[in-house]
């Protein structure tokens, strides 16, 4: 499958447009920050946004445990609270340069943020409340509803315990050092750091603990299919990639890049749900050629993504730049991502075309 270019593109429904105008990505300006603005991160709301008072807000702990709990937001508040950044993807990031597309929202590349986050710790809070040992599973639910595949439900997400009983995973209260916002979550969300976006299951309401696997509907509709009701694969963690901040400057509305002949500075962002990024690879010649980019300091978790930067040597006429990223479990970013009904996990390289003059 190869990546559409404007010379290939089918276009979007306005199904999706009514999706993209509600969802907006991150402005790639924004790869320029480590820590992504508030009101830059990019944003999926399934439904509608719920009414919520922080006063009266309840995140209950229940299902199979010795004490069900009904925590206030008081009582979050007060327990050890932790601030971490993590790069926050969306798994259908790419989705609409694998064409032919499920209609969803039509992201590009932009579906990427890196907050810093407030929260208290999860496993405490399970401790807390006694998981029975015939509890399997935790399913979490928000306040939000709505109907996706025909199906009216509550935004819902489960886990295995070995999957979400982890010391960086979070019921977060705050983004960058203020309230969340209510299109992030607020009052509370929950925040799973190595994962794609869909499982930080926003507008906390309840931790449910359960004996059997949950197959809700969110869960069985992120899975990579070949048919819309075959057979899957979950999709949990996020691949590797690599992004770069458009060099030059951009036409509107056609966002075609014009970049002065000369030095110039690539820089941009990499990150991986498998561990820190090792190496970042920037192609000035269409994919021909790779040169190895300089790597911006570790950071103290690979959760959060890492900057990369790279002098170009500019030289007037059509350039293709592309980049990709290797994490240090040895994932890289495929010429083709294998194509899949939902458009998930799309990391081929990125490529940004531009006129030197
Ligand atoms: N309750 C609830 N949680 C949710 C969603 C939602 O629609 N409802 N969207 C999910 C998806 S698909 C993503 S990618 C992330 C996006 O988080 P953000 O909007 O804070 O960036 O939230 C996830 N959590
Ligand atoms: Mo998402």
């Given amino acids: 499958m190869v990546q559409t270019d ?3 593109w089918q276009g979007v429904t306005q199904k999706e447009l009514g999706q993209a105008a509600r969802n907006h990505g991150m402005q790639l300006e924004g790869l320029r920050y480590d820590v992504t603005p508030i009101g830059m991160h990019y944003l999926v709301i399934h439904w509608d ?3 919520a008072d922080e006063t009266t807000w309840s995140v209950e702990v229940d299902g199979l445990v010795d004490r069900p709990l009904s925590l206030s937001m008081d009582d979050i508040r007060a327990r050890p609270a932790v601030t971490r950044p993590v790069t926050m993807e969306c798994a259908g990031n790419g989705r609409a340069l694998m064409p032919p597309r499920a209609e969803s929202q039509p992201w590009l590349l932009e579906a990427v943020g890196n907050a810093e986050w407030t929260g208290t710790p999860l496993p405490p809070i399970l401790e807390d409340a006694g998981l029975r040992p015939d509890a399997m599973e935790l399913i979490f639910t928000g306040a939000d509803h709505g109907i996706q595949g025909e199906v009216e439900q509550d935004y819902r997400w489960g886990f295995s315990l070995a999957d979400i009983v982890k010391d960086d995973v979070l019921l977060a209260y705050g983004l960058n050092g203020h309230p969340l916002p209510p299109q992030h979550g607020f009052p509370i969300r ?12 926003k507008w906390l309401r309840r931790i449910t603990a359960v004996a059997e696997p949950f197959d809700g509907f969110q869960v069985s509709a992120y899975q990579r299919r070949q048919e819309p009701d075959g057979p899957g694969e979950r999709v949990t963690r996020k691949a590797v990639r690599a992004l770069m901040m458009p060099p030059g400057f951009s036409d509107f509305p056609a966002r075609q ?10 820089i941009g962002r990499a990150w991986s749900g498998w561990g820190h990024i090792d190496r970042v690879e920037v192609s000035v010649d269409g994919g021909a050629t790779w040169s190895d980019a300089e790597l911006g300091p570790k950071p103290e978790s690979p959760s959060s993504w ?4 790279l002098d170009w040597d500019a030289r007037p006429g059509e350039r293709e730049l592309l980049v990709r990223a290797t994490d240090e479990a040895g ?13 998930f ?3 081929m390289p990125q490529r940004v075309s531009a006129v030197v003059r």
């Avoid at 890049?257 to 110039?264: C, E, L």
């Avoid at 890289?332 to 939902?342: E, F, R, S, V």
């Fill in 6 to 8: 404007t010379t290939t």
């Fill in 49 to 51: 946004i719920p009414a």
């Fill in 190 to 201: 929950l925040l799973v750091p190595d994962w794609y976006g869909m499982c930080s299951v």
């Fill in 257 to 266: 890049r014009f970049v002065d002949a000369g030095m110039q500075e690539l």
């Fill in 306 to 309: 890492r900057s990369w930067s």
């Fill in 331 to 343: 994932n890289t970013q495929p010429t083709d991502a294998p194509w899949n009904y939902g458009g």
């Fill in 345 to 347: 996990m799309n990391n």
